[in-house]
């Protein structure tokens, strides 16, 4: 079974510093995702990545940034943390690249709950 | 990108099928619906998909309309393990995402 692993289920940061959210998957998947999850809002996509050192933004990038130097790992950055950016963060990965295939299930890690005082 | 619009919850009685809803009517030609499922406190885990054609598999299945416009997950005998929220999705597969909707919240009751 494919695992996706996030570094820490609850993290408690202060507004203003530079937060890391780690998610690693061990099953060679060339995608991976960051996500938010807020209560009335479903999951809204911030940033996804198809290949080493390439990200792409998605729905709400703003306030954040990624990084992926390898294949497994795929980091948020919280540039400078602010309140309104307590949430839920789920991480996901999926097999192919976009285009080669329609079979692609995004599997989920269990979510980072993350308090910004 | 769909947009997906689902009831925000539903009940259920255990054994009974559960057949939740889900409208896309902005759906494109190169988009797959796509259905996950959310246990509390565990990340989403994949059920389902499909285009065009009905879909069956050990958890569930997948009826979508002639017209791409709205499609239905069927749980055929639910039980009390199903109590969660259910996202219906649209995956573009040239793009290589996919946009969640609010989901379902689904209740099995004894």
């Known amino acids: 079974d494919v695992k996706v692993t996030q570094s820490s289920r609850y993290l408690v940061k202060r507004t203003g510093e530079k937060v890391f959210l780690e998610c690693v998957q061990d099953m060679d998947h060339e995608n991976m995702f960051w996500y938010r999850q807020d209560p009335g809002l479903g999951l809204r996509l911030i940033y996804f990545s198809y290949d080493v050192k390439m990200k792409e933004k998605g729905d709400i990038p703003e306030g954040y940034s990624v990084s992926r130097e390898k294949k497994e790992r795929f980091s948020l950055i919280l540039e400078s943390a602010s309140t309104n950016q307590t949430s839920m963060y789920l991480c996901?990965?999926?097999?192919?690249?976009?285009?080669?295939?329609?079979?692609?299930?995004?599997?989920f890690g269990d979510g980072t709950r993350l308090s910004i005082l | 990108d769909a947009k997906t619009t689902q009831p925000p919850s539903m009940d259920c009685a255990e054994g009974r099928a559960a057949n939740l809803p889900c409208n896309h009517s902005?759906?494109?030609?190169?988009?797959?619906v796509y259905w996950y499922r959310q246990i509390h406190s565990q990340g989403p885990q994949y059920i389902i998909h499909g285009l065009k054609n009905n879909e069956t598999n050990e958890m569930a299945s997948l009826i979508i309309t002639e017209d791409r416009k709205s499609s239905t997950l069927i749980l055929p005998h639910a039980t009390l393990r199903d109590t969660a929220v259910y996202y219906c999705?649209?995956?573009?597969?040239?793009?290589?995402?996919?946009?969640f909707g609010d989901g379902t919240t689904l209740t099995v009751k004894p």
């Open positions: 902005t759906i494109s030609g190169n988009e797959y």
């Open positions: 996901a990965s999926s097999l192919h690249l976009p285009g080669l295939d329609s079979n692609q299930p995004q599997h």
């Open positions: 999705t649209a995956y573009n597969t040239n793009a290589g995402k996919s946009t």
